[in-house]
């Protein structure tokens, strides 16, 4: 006889929240954000790992690899310029799974403020939910960096 035990939804389930102060204007960080989710990420240790983000709905976030290689990320759930970033789809997982990247930006007091929300649910793996903070801190950060290098 075989005996099989379902998952509970803790081990099923992943969220990362953060809010990140920048010192620069809204449609500034936004830019930077872009930016940093695209052509200009890097890894933790600074090496390149540029994406390619087509940010209108329904577009695409991956890294191109070249030669018609790459590894597909997410899709553009929605967009409103400067306020709001979202994303749905696998990131960086390669198994079943179900993520949605969520960025809120507001003005508060001449700074920016960026709520960031990560809800995963599905296979994911422990080394996944280890690292998976470290790798959005570090982006976050360069996002914020390259915003308040910007400001007018």
Known sequence: MT???????????LKVTQEIRVKAPIDVTFAALLEQLGPSNEMPDGTPMPFKLEAWPGGRWFRDLGNGNGHYWATVQSVKRPTLLEFTGP??????????????LSEQGGETLIKFCHSG????????KKGVTTGWNHMNDQARQRAEKSKP
């Not at 649910?121 to 996944?128: K, R, V």
């Open 121 to 128: 649910f599905g296979l994911i793996s422990d080394d996944h």
């Open 3 to 13: 005996t099989s035990t379902l998952p509970d939804i803790e081990s099923l389930s």
């Open 91 to 104: 990131l960086f997982m390669s198994q079943p799974v179900s993520n949605n990247v969520i960025y809120r």
